[in-house]
Structure formats: C-alpha cells, structure tokens
C-alpha cells in the first residue's frame, strides 16, 4: 500500500517528530468503541490548536485565531475588517483611513504569522478516513 511506504519513508527522513492521526469526523461517532478505518495520506505539516480544534493547515489556523480573539485584536491594531476601497460604496471613508486600515491590517497578518509560528508544530501527520469495506463480510 502506498501510504504505508510513504509514512515508512517520511519517518525515516525525520525521526524526531512526533506522528499524530488526523481522524475524519465520520469514522467514529460514538464515545467507547474502537472503529476500523483506513489510512488516506501521509504528510509532514505543522499543526495548532484553537480551542478544542486542531488545524493542519496554516491560514485555517490564523484565521480560527482571529476568529477568537478578534474583539481584543481589533481594537489593538485599530482594524476595521469590512473597510476596504472595495466596500466604501457611499464614500463614507477617506482615503486615508482605508490606507491607515490596511497598514492595520499588514500589521495584524504578521501577528497572525507569529501566533502561528508560536503555536504550531511540525508533525508527521496521518490522514485516517472510512475505511473501504469491499473485501469484508458482515458476519
């Protein structure tokens, strides 16, 4: 099996970090019980944790971060999130406050940037899913 030999190999190319198992929500519904699933892929990617979530992915992780904290990381950075040149339809805003927003904005990504920097770690994760039950007989 492929991912098999590939998780072999990525192993051996980075013994020291950590293998976790990102488990699709549809192979175990109930709390107590074992289920049979199948490996799906293998990658090494960096993973955080946001609240009770994890992500392997690194916008998703800025975003849940924000998504979070966005009332105090507003008003830190002086952000307006629906200011934009785009969203200035009846010109209520200047010029110069969209560009003093997007100058908030840079300065919020790069803090994004950091937390994720922070608090994500490197991993060899394995992609379980449902696992294909053709070669199976229910007894």
Known sequence: MQVN????????????????AMVNGEVCWEDGMYWMASFSSVEVTDVGLVGERYYD???????????KHDEELTKHFNYRP?????????????PEEIRANE???????????????????KC???????????????A
Request: hydrophobic share 35%.
């Open 103 to 121: 100058i908030a904005e840079a300065k919020l990504e790069a803090y994004l940037e950091e937390r994720a920097d922070e608090y994500m770690k």
């Open 82 to 94: 629906c200011l934009s040149l785009d969203n200035n339809r009846w010109g209520e805003t200047t």
């Open 5 to 20: 030999t590939d998780l072999i190999k990525i192993v051996a190319e980075n013994p020291d970090l950590p293998i976790v």
């Open 124 to 138: 060899i994760v394995v992609y379980i899913n449902e696992p294909d039950l053709t070669d199976w007989r229910e």
């Open 57 to 67: 992915d690194r916008d998703s992780f800025k975003e849940a971060y924000y998504d």
